[in-house]
């Protein structure tokens, strides 16, 4: 959980922190060469991360291995159908936490 008024990248290396991957994707928000770096030498993975327009050296990234964020996407969409996930009505971690579960849930036994 992290403040509203915070950039997401700040939030990435805990977030990664401990984790086995072999490629990490996310959106354009996360596009820092410190951030690419990180993935690169601490985790020996991938950054399937799109360049951002301003860039002034523009970056490649596989293009195939990141359409793969739209099933996320599609899943946070229709998750977003709950009210109480959405807003985040619960004031505590462990309880937003579980009413996340509680949607995926629901999500895999349609």
């Known amino acids: 959980m992290s403040p509203g008024q915070a950039a997401d990248v700040t939030n990435a290396p805990p977030l990664i922190d401990g984790l086995q991957f072999d490629a990490l994707l996310a959106d354009k928000g996360y596009d820092a060469?410190?951030?690419?770096?990180?993935?690169?030498?601490?985790?020996?993975?991938?950054?399937?991360?799109?360049?951002?327009?301003?860039?002034?050296?523009?970056?490649?990234?596989?293009?195939?291995t990141y359409k793969q964020r739209n099933l996320v996407e599609r899943?946070?969409?229709?998750?977003?159908?709950?009210?109480?996930?959405?807003?985040?009505?619960?004031?505590?971690?462990?309880n937003f936490l579980a009413v996340w579960n509680f949607v995926a849930i629901i999500k895999l036994l349609k």
């Open 33 to 64: 060469d410190w951030l690419v770096d990180l993935v690169k030498s601490a985790h020996q993975a991938e950054a399937v991360i799109p360049p951002r327009k301003g860039r002034k050296t523009s970056r490649d990234y596989d293009k195939h």
């Open 75 to 94: 899943f946070i969409g229709w998750a977003k159908h709950f009210r109480r996930a959405a807003t985040r009505y619960e004031k505590t971690a462990r």
